[in-house]
């Protein structure tokens, strides 16, 4: 008796398996949720900045069949990131409409619509230099093209938008002006630099004619705008003040126009030779070359300023922010530059100073990575243990 009444009382304590369950998903939708609230376009960051080493990689004067498995392996991770920063941004724009609706509004989180744009191409670009290793050749093709004109619509509206918010909505001061201005119209160059690759394959003729022409277009306009906002960084530091300590990586990104102009001409000049004709594509790799060495002999120079002032910053105490993701893309697209350059050229200073950028990428990656993951972890624990 005894015993039968102790079984009973066990059986009347034990929770039945679908009230964990239960309380499991509520608290997995609860975290979502306030993980999705955080939500901005600066989170597609770490999709440029992944995503470039898998394309600096394919492109590199030494490259071989275990850089190229390595290149691949990389861009799986920057996929992975990209199809995840996306859903948290669908998640936020279907839970969270109003703050979604707000990030255009913001004269400093506005920037970074550039950002989505960038690296859905890069993931697109990857998935057609190094992704074939897992894709067949035409999924890998039809992925890119896919991402190239998605982000390529992206990149058009954010560079347009962006600068006329700035004009109408937007309020700065007379030394606001810090490197994230250029995210939105980077985008286009990136457009220009990695739509070379498509040209063999939009049909020839007037459609092929039209395509290339549409992205000298976009490298025009990406590179005039970019040269104005430099300026006027440039100024800023010259005549107000350094940016604050959290902003300074920032100017990182002025490396990012520079590198891509010089990738775009590289590419464009030896993709269009069933567009020019024969005589002009012979001509072609030397005026990329003659854009491309002053082009880079600025950047230079300019890695030189920012990796003084990214130390002044951290000896007054910079803080981590997703800022920091410029340490990694602006360097990739001067990879890519140099190794175009190289190859143009047969330099092997070019193709060392493309292993040099390399490493540098790939430190500032692993750094911020890092930073980036301890960071989203806390955010993740935190949600969990609130919802």
Not at 123 to 145: K, R, T
Not at 323 to 344: I, K, M, N, R
Request: proline share 5%; aromatic share 8%.
């Amino acid at each position: 008796m005894h015993r039968e009444a102790h079984n009973r009382n066990v059986t009347t304590t034990t929770f039945p398996p679908t009230d964990f369950a239960t309380g499991t998903a509520s608290r997995l939708r609860g975290a979502a949720d306030v993980v999705s609230a955080r939500f901005s376009p600066s989170w597609f960051t770490p999709v440029m900045g992944t995503s470039i080493i898998a394309v600096a990689l394919m492109t590199l004067p030494v490259g071989n069949s275990a850089t190229h498995a390595i290149a691949a392996l990389v861009w799986v991770l920057g996929a992975t990131v990209m199809i995840a920063a996306t859903s948290a941004g669908i998640l936020q724009a279907v839970r969270h409409p109003h703050l979604a609706a707000r990030h255009h509004l913001d004269p400093v989180r506005a920037h970074s619509y550039g950002a989505p744009a960038m690296g859905i191409m890069s993931v697109g670009a990857g998935a057609y230099l190094a992704g074939g290793q897992f894709l067949p050749d035409p999924v890998a093709l039809g992925v890119f093209v896919v991402l190239w004109t998605v982000g390529t619509a992206i990149g058009l509206a954010s560079a347009t938008v962006i600068p006329y918010l700035m004009f109408t909505r937007h309020t700065f001061e007379s030394d606001g002006a810090f490197g994230g201005w250029l995210m939105p119209v980077v985008a286009p160059m990136v457009s220009a630099s990695t739509g070379a690759l498509l040209i063999e394959h939009v049909g020839a003729g007037q459609p092929r004619l039209t395509f290339t022409l549409a992205l000298g277009a976009m490298f025009g306009a990406s590179l005039i705008a970019s040269i104005i906002l430099t300026t006027q960084l440039w100024s800023r530091m010259m005549h107000k003040s350094v940016p604050a300590a959290a902003i300074v990586p920032t100017a990182w990104i002025v490396l990012g126009f520079l590198g891509q102009s010089t990738t775009a001409t590289n590419l464009l000049a030896d993709h269009t030779g069933t567009v020019v004709g024969p005589a002009a594509a012979a001509a072609a790799p030397k005026l990329a070359v003659a854009y491309g060495v002053p082009t880079m002999g600025f950047a230079m120079m300019w890695l030189v300023i920012v990796v003084l002032l990214t130390r002044h910053a951290l000896r007054r105490g910079m803080p981590f922010t997703m800022s920091w993701w410029s340490f990694t893309f602006p360097v990739g697209t001067c990879v890519t530059g140099a190794s175009g350059l190289a190859a143009h050229t047969g330099s092997t200073a070019l193709a060392g100073l493309a292993m040099a950028l390399f490493a540098l990428l790939v430190a500032g990656w692993a750094v911020t990575a890092r930073r980036t993951f301890v960071r989203a972890q806390s955010h993740v624990a935190a949600a969990w243990a609130t919802a």
